[in-house]
């Protein structure tokens, strides 16, 4: 790995395992220092809104006691206060703006929910082309099922799903543990990887929460019968469900619905009616976790290039958009610059720019420059 070092700027540079393929360089000053000594848990979700600014997604209440003592009444070391569960940075790392989530009640020292419908367990966000910022959430006992919908400004304005019920894979009405989401605001639709309970992608009206359609893998009628265990060995065929969780939505530019299948190690590609197109496995001997947990798509070279964010493999996979074939890939295990620690999320500017969010210990944002 090739160390540059420009002021206070680290750059560790990482290179696609194919030859003649860009490098990649992990920004280690990005984001910049976080005020009032806020500190991040486990990072859900990641998005590069319209105007490039970076929203974050964090699971405030997985912070440790260690994590707070400045929070502590008195007060039991200079680190740390929580961070809001959402926040919004610039592409140099500025702090723009933080807000939601639990907060963290001094005097009692335990964390009181949102009035507002707020989950249970952050996970997936997505800024869409009107400024509105969705937010899912995949907990599991007592989980809230629910999808939210906000201003930037932090106001809430819609909820998708029965807040406390799930009804499996066909119901119009609630949802099962959702992941991820993406919205086509000219359709006025929102798409919903619904998720870690049900096996499905579900489309809403993005403006009212009315339900329009749905469909599971290969564009069957989703089936919630029991599933084998995924296997890698040779006689193991995959079935024509989604293993789960179906942990990520995006939408391309080709108008085609790209859906992660996390732990069938596959990425499957939809028309925005359900109709499969296609799909490709990527690491596919991968048993722990699964290997496909999210999915950018850059705009260089006319967005020829797939990222796949692989927590179990703690690593990038970059494929040809086209052809969904495997063409390399950068970034191992590990907790220093450059290195992941299940990588959960990923997205990507409109300069190309890389950004990834971990989960587990991880917990931590970064951003990957290409290098001209």
Known sequence: MKLLFTGLLLLV???LQAQGEPLYSVDASWPRDLPDDMILGQVSGIDVAPDDTIWVLHRPKTLSADDLFRAQEPMAAMC???APAVLQFSRNGDLLRAWGGPEWNVATQAWQQPEADWPLNEHGIFVD???FVWIG???DAGGMHIVVKYTMEGEHVLTIGVPGETGGSNDTQRLGRPADIAVDT??????IADGYLNRRIVVFNSTTGAYKRHWGAFGNVPDDSPLPVYSNASDFTLPDQFMGPVHAVVLGPDDLVYVADRTGNRLQVFTRDGTFVRESLVASQTLANGSVWDIAISPLENYRWLFIADGANRRIWRLDRESLATMGSFGQGGRQAGQFDWVHNIAVDSMGNIYTAEVNNGRRI???APEQ
């Open 13 to 15: 540079s990482t290179c």
């Open 80 to 82: 740390c206060n929580p």
């Open 129 to 131: 082309s009107e400024g």
């Open 137 to 139: 959430g995949n907990q």
């Open 186 to 191: 000219s359709a006025g639709e929102v798409y």
């Open 366 to 368: 970064q951003k990957f």
